[in-house]
């Protein structure tokens, strides 16, 4: 458990003494103490947010009650869950509703609704504790990589979870690491990628010798909040050791480098048409495809949802950006404000990410009516997007071509004043 601690603690150095003593802790605003006693006083309120949401889910009202929101938020939390299957799930209005404990009430109602909690005999006090955990180890100042990110990413996970030609073949196991793997994907997420930990000498990026850097702490992350709340502790060894792994194998199939590797192996299963899903080592390839569909489906959602994520990822490259200028790095690719705009940014990102790892994953599920929503979304999102950069370059070409008239009579003024 101390290696896994000392995970959590982020620092940034840099060559220099004197960047090294103003950046140390620049991604963590608050103290570590502040932080322990916050987190104390939060888990011991967690029970009573765990017995109000339990009865709930189980169709009992309190009397009085537990929790700080007003009836009616919990009556519309409530109707939205019963439509949590939608495609056209707002995360943001349920994050809203539910006090910002989306992650935490959407896990407890999407392991009830499997019948996980049941099957695994899992204490629900224990669950909820965990869940807290891993909610409250996301970053809440990151404007992408947050908790509402894990929520909306395990939303659609649940999502694919239910194609038919997927979910014939799922066991609850299945079932069960899709959606862990899903909320706990981006945990202790530091907002910045993997370049920038490198080239700050990140001690992550030291611990894992540069390759997937925060992939492999997300996972190692999560293994010790399961280990701490003993959620799996009435688990056989070799059962949770399993687990663990197959946990390890989803989260670190996010690494976007690896993007071309899943392409080609699925193209390759597709084309020779030699997916066998009653084999596990084949479900397993699906549920990773399906993590990583799921962690960047934001494109293919309605129009609305979709440009509020693009802003906040963009607004999280421009962070580090800055960051990087004020630190006189290079500054990355994506991260630059004033030459990398956001609807340059989603037409690439959809051209060459999103599209080519989506339309594959409709050749697999069969053109259901779900891949053909989402496909139909990330066209018309991708239209949307040209059509606003067209606007930006129109803009730019108007404003040059006035600064050109004004310095030219400017030239004219200054001529006609020289003697």
Request: proline content about 3%; charged content about 20%; hydrophobic content about 35%.
């Amino acid at each position: 458990m101390s290696c896994l601690m000392v995970e959590r603690c982020g620092e940034i150095s840099f060559d220099s003494p004197d960047q090294n003593a103003k950046c140390v802790c620049m991604l963590d605003t608050t103290l570590s103490g502040e932080i322990g006693t916050k987190k104390k006083v939060k888990r011991l309120l967690s029970f009573q947010r765990y017995f109000h949401a339990s009865r709930l889910l189980r169709g009992i009202v309190p009397q009085a009650s537990l929790y700080l929101l007003d009836e009616d938020y919990l009556g519309q939390a409530r109707h939205m869950l019963s439509k949590v299957g939608m495609w056209d799930f707002d995360i943001f209005l349920f994050d809203r509703l539910t006090n910002g404990n989306s992650l935490v009430t959407l896990l407890c109602h999407l392991f009830n609704v499997h019948g996980l909690i049941h099957h695994f005999h899992l204490d629900m006090v224990t669950l909820h504790r965990f869940l807290v955990m891993v909610q409250e180890d996301y970053h809440s100042q990151n404007p992408y990589h947050n908790a509402v990110h894990a929520a909306d990413v395990t939303q659609a996970m649940h999502c694919y979870l239910r194609e038919p030609k997927l979910a014939n073949f799922l066991t609850p196991s299945d079932i069960m690491l899709g959606l862990l793997a899903a909320a706990a994907h981006d945990v202790d997420h530091p907002g910045v990628n993997q370049p920038f930990l490198i080239k700050t000498k990140h001690h992550l990026a030291s611990l894992y010798q540069n390759v997937s850097v925060l992939e492999n702490h997300h996972w190692r992350s999560t293994i010790g909040m399961l280990r701490e709340s003993r959620l799996l502790a009435h688990l056989p060894k070799e059962v949770t050791q399993d687990i663990e792994q197959q946990l390890g194998s989803l989260i670190l199939a996010t690494d976007i480098n690896r993007q071309n590797e899943f392409l080609i192996r699925l193209k390759s299963h597709l084309d020779n048409q030699d997916l066998r899903l009653e084999d596990a080592q084949d479900r397993h390839f699906m549920l990773q495809i399906a993590l990583k569909c799921a962690d960047i489906c934001n494109p293919c959602r309605l129009w609305d949802l979709s440009k509020q994520w693009s802003e906040r990822v963009c607004e999280e490259f421009y962070r580090q950006g800055d960051l990087e200028q004020k630190f006189e790095l290079e500054i990355s690719p994506l991260c630059n404000q004033q030459k990398d705009t956001i609807p340059s940014i989603q037409i690439g990102f959809m051209t060459y990410i999103v599209e080519p790892l989506f339309e594959r994953w409709a050749q697999f599920t069969g053109d259901t009516p779900l891949s053909e929503n989402m496909l139909n979304h990330l066209r018309r999102n991708k239209a949307k997007w040209r059509s606003l950069l067209h606007k930006q370059h129109s803009s730019s070409r108007s404003n040059d071509h006035s600064g050109q008239v004004t310095g030219s009579q400017e030239q004219t003024l200054n001529e006609e004043e020289t003697p």
